[in-house]
């Protein structure tokens, strides 16, 4: 997919088809998240791909909102130290944000679906992952091909208007 089509096309999958990811598509998304810019180049993470059907049921317990982890081909954990203050945690969180959206844009890029989910329970993350001590599950990004239908641009995204989000020059 061209660049400009994957931005369009991309959007929030939750229902997949039961079907695996090839191992080499996997590793290209990986590689998209390893490559994602960070402060001062800091690269804050750590990615652990799960693939295991039980293993990704009970990954989807840390929130409510990540039902959709358990019905995922694979999903990726986003693992990040635990910061020190509200500074190193703000800019932690915005470089977690631009290595998920490189991930999400290079899996559109290979027609691949992709899903947020936010954590809450962090024990259960912390049992299920096995994480050391010093880190967090900070996000879920799970993958798979979207059961609905192929990913394709969206002409008429569910966004605020051009013109009143985008100023020029001034306020
Ligand atoms: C920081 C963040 C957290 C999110 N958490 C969840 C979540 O826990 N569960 C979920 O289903 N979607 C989650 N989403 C997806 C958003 O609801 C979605 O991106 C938004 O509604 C726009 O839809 P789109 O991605 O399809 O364009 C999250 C998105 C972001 C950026």
Do not use: C, K
């Not at 290209?28 to 800091?42: F, K, M």
Request: no cysteine.
């Amino acid at each position: 997919m061209e660049t400009w089509d994957a931005i369009r096309a991309r959007r929030n999958v939750r229902d997949f088809e039961d079907r695996p990811i090839p191992g080499a598509d996997l590793d290209r998304i990986l590689e998209a998240a390893r490559r994602s810019p960070s402060s001062r180049n800091g690269q804050p993470w750590d990615f652990v791909l799960v693939a295991d059907r039980e293993r990704l049921q009970a990954l989807s317990g840390v929130w409510r909102g990540a039902g959709h982890v358990a019905r995922s081909a694979a999903t990726i954990a986003i693992v990040a130290p635990v910061p020190d203050d509200e500074r190193s945690a703000a800019s932690l969180h915005y470089d977690l944000g631009q290595a998920t959206i490189q991930t999400m844009l290079a899996a559109a890029d290979l027609g691949i679906g992709s899903g947020h989910a936010a954590v809450r329970d962090q024990d259960l993350a912390r049992e299920v992952l096995g994480l050391p001590g010093d880190r967090f599950l900070a996000w879920l990004i799970a993958l798979g091909y979207p059961a609905d239908r192929p990913l394709r641009p969206i002409e008429h995204p569910d966004r605020r208007p051009f013109d009143e989000v985008v100023h020029r020059e001034t306020w």
